[in-house]
Antibody, heavy 119, light 108 residues
Framework: EVQLVESGGVLVRPGGSLRLSCAAS????????MSWVRQAPGKGLEWLAN????????FYVDSVKGRFTISRDNAQNSLYLQMNSLTVEDTAVYYC????????????WGRGTLVTVSS | DIQMTQSPSTLSASVGDDVTITCRAS??????LAWYQQKPGKAPKLLIY????SLESGVPSRFSGSGYEKEFTLTISSLQPEDSAIYYC?????????FGPGTKVEIK
């Protein structure tokens, strides 16, 4: 059974940093592109970033370029999101999502981890 | 970035009705369009990909998709109580992938 479990979401001050983790199991983690998607309270979904199987390619939405960094450790079956210079607009549930074989869309999602940015 | 819109934003229908949600892209996405269902407090669930393909398991056959380039539809045939949810379309023609704003489906 595929499982994705996010962790690391906490209350952080504006301007602060945070690192989210996603522990994957039940599939060959190193065989798939992985993404982070977020959802602000009561709002829609926003794709943030993805990373190729071997970590050699990464793509970001413009709103987080230069502030967020996606990475992975295939030996640990883990996905990460380093978030810097956080603002209140970054308050959201952050989901880790597995892309399908053909890429670009997501067949498995974690339950999400809540990041709250507030003073 | 490609902008996605959905209509209606909310729809209310009775059990057994057929309902259709429309998704439009600001430019062609070919057939690189997915649909998701999200229930309160849960992660989204993939229903349809490549505009009209559905997963082999876990997605009832009453969900179907169609469309090409800039206009797409998700149809729920014979609406069931458990279909009450928010439905999102998502384009993956180009980075950054973008989602529509969602359509809330309510059961009368």
């Amino acid at each position: 059974e595929v499982q994705l479990v996010e962790s690391g979401g906490v209350l952080v001050r504006p301007g602060g940093s945070l690192r989210l983790s996603c522990a994957a199991s039940g599939f060959t983690f190193g065989g798939y592109w992985m993404s982070w998607v977020r959802q602000a309270p009561g709002k829609g979904l926003e794709w943030l970033a993805n990373i190729k199987q071997d970590g050699s390619e990464r793509f970001y939405v413009d709103s987080v370029k230069g502030r967020f960094t996606i990475s992975r450790d295939n030996a640990q079956n883990s996905l990460y999101l380093q978030m810097n210079s956080l603002t209140v607009e970054d308050t959201a549930v952050y989901y880790c999502a597995k892309e399908t074989d053909s890429g670009g869309h997501f067949d498995y999602w974690g339950r999400g981890t809540l990041v709250t940015v507030s003073s | 970035d490609i902008q996605m819109t959905q209509s209606p934003s909310t729809l209310s229908a009775s059990v057994g009705d057929d309902v259709t949600i429309t998704c439009r892209a600001s430019q062609s996405v070919n057939r690189w369009l997915a649909w998701y269902q999200q229930k309160p407090g849960k992660a989204p669930k993939l229903l349809i990909y490549k505009a009209s393909s559905s997963l082999e398991s876990g997605v009832p056959s009453r969900f179907s998709g169609s469309g090409y380039e800039k206009e797409f539809t998700l149809t729920i045939s014979s609406l069931q109580p458990e279909d009450s949810a928010i439905y999102y379309c998502q384009q993956y023609q180009s980075y950054g992938f973008t989602f529509g704003p969602g359509t809330k489906v309510e059961i009368k």
